[in-house]
Structures are given as C-alpha cells and as structure tokens.
C-alpha cells in the first residue's frame, strides 16, 4: 500500500467483503466461545434465527416498511424546503445573512430534544415521527447546500453576464448546474443520517417500526432480535446509498469526467 494510490473495483469490494468475515468471524469466536453472554450478545445463528421468526411469524416486514416510508417522507419534506433556502443563501448575500445566524444556531439542537414537543403538539402519530426526522435535516442540508452554491467559481458568473445574463439566468442556468452534483452528494449523505433520528423517533410512542420492534426486544433481552434490527437497518441504509450513488452518477455523468 502507498498513500493514495486507487484501487480496482473488485479489489475494494474484496476488501469489503473481508472486513465483514473478520468481523462475524471475532463475533463468532466471542460468542459460540463462551467469552460473552448470550444474555448480553446473541450468537450469529441466534441472531439468524430470530430474524426468521420476525419475518415469518411477527409481520417484521410491516414494521420494515414504516421505518422505510417515515425515512423517506421525513427527508423529502426537507430537502422540499432546504434546498431552495440553501440556493438563496448561497446565491444571495443578504439572505444569507439574514438566515444564517438562525440556521447555524438550528443545526447544533439534538433532533431528540424536540421529541417532548413534538408529541404535545402533534401526538405520536405519523407527524410527529415524521417532523423529528424533519428537523434532524432540514437544517443540515440548508447549510451544506448554501456553503456549496456559494462557492461556485466567480469566473463563471461573471462570464455569464458578460454575454447578457439576467440574476434569474445566473441561478438557473450557472449556480444549479454547476452545484447540483454536490447538492445530490449532500442528499446522499444527510439520508444517512435521517436513518439515525428515525430510530430515536420511534423508541418513544410508537406501536411499528423498527425502532419499536427493538424497544419491544430489549424489554424481553432478545439481544438476537436487537441485533437482527440493527443489521437490517444497516442494509437498507447501504442499499440506498448504494441507489443513491449510482443516480447521482447516471445524472451527473460529467462530475466523474
């Protein structure tokens, strides 16, 4: 190995898929060993069984499928509102001013913290589970999205003047284009963290989902099922940073040029 030398695509799935045996291999071993608990660490086989009894027999497919709509219903409503307010603060200068103090005061507040509200105001229905997730986002992504639309070359823009450019013209068709595949990338990665508030969301009022499948387990120390959860979260997550990379790479063709 030298510093930052490339790597072939199949060397990096190898090396991918070898962290992941390394690792069930040490879980195993400290398991089926006797070095943990059962109690406190289920063994691999365990953890495989119950997710079949969760799949099969307890509807945990149901409770898959909330977790996967309140994600995704939580993140689209803020990137409806953040993106936008991310280009004006990016594009415009007083704007910028006048929301960043706010924003960046907002980004640092635990999405946890609001829970207490949230469930006055909204109850524990779908709403509130949404806007925890709403709010452990928008923020980010306003944030993210102005720093990046603000650094778009000033050559560029001053070139599109020169040929007659109107303020409208500057964002459509020089600002958006020339930030949009970091503005996708900055998508990809605040979806990872909507999976994180997601879970947080549903450990408290919650009758689904797989937050609450946990909450139920832990209660009962099933550390199989508890782990089963985990892993699937993990799943879905990869699978849809997966997706979410080769759109951005479909759509934006030219930033891998």
């Known amino acids: 190995m030298r510093p930052l030398d490339p790597v072939t695509s199949k060397q990096r799935v190898a090396y991918g898929l070898a962290f992941f045996v390394v690792f069930v291999a040490l879980w195993s071993w400290a398991t089926f060993g006797g070095y943990v608990s059962k109690t406190f660490l289920a063994n691999p086989l365990t953890m495989v069984q119950e997710g079949y009894d969760l799949l099969a027999k307890q509807g945990f497919v149901f409770d898959i499928g909330m977790t996967i709509w309140r994600v995704v219903g939580g993140f689209a409503l803020a990137a409806i509102i953040a993106v936008p307010l991310g280009v004006l603060m ?89 930030s949009a595949p970091e503005i996708a990338e900055i998508l990809r990665l605040v979806l990872g963290w909507a999976w994180t508030y997601v879970i947080v969301a549903e450990l408290i009022g919650s009758s689904s989902g797989i937050g609450h499948m946990i909450t139920d387990s832990q209660a009962l120390l099933n550390t199989g099922q508890i782990i089963f959860g985990i892993i699937v979260i993990g799943l879905i997550g990869l699978l849809s940073d997966f997706m979410f990379k080769a759109f951005n790479a479909w759509l934006f063709p030219w930033r891998l040029a």
């Open 90 to 178: 990016g594009a415009y200068k007083p704007v910028e001013a006048f929301l960043e103090p706010f924003v960046s005061f907002a980004r640092y507040l635990p999405a946890s913290a609001f829970i207490p509200l949230l469930i006055l105001w909204a109850g524990i229905g779908e709403l509130q589970k949404l806007l925890v997730i709403f709010i452990g986002s928008v923020f980010q992504v306003i944030l993210m999205v102005a720093v990046t639309v603000g650094a778009t070359r000033r050559d560029l823009v001053e070139a599109a003047y020169t040929l007659g450019a109107r303020d409208r013209g500057i964002i459509r068709r020089v600002l958006l284009p020339s």
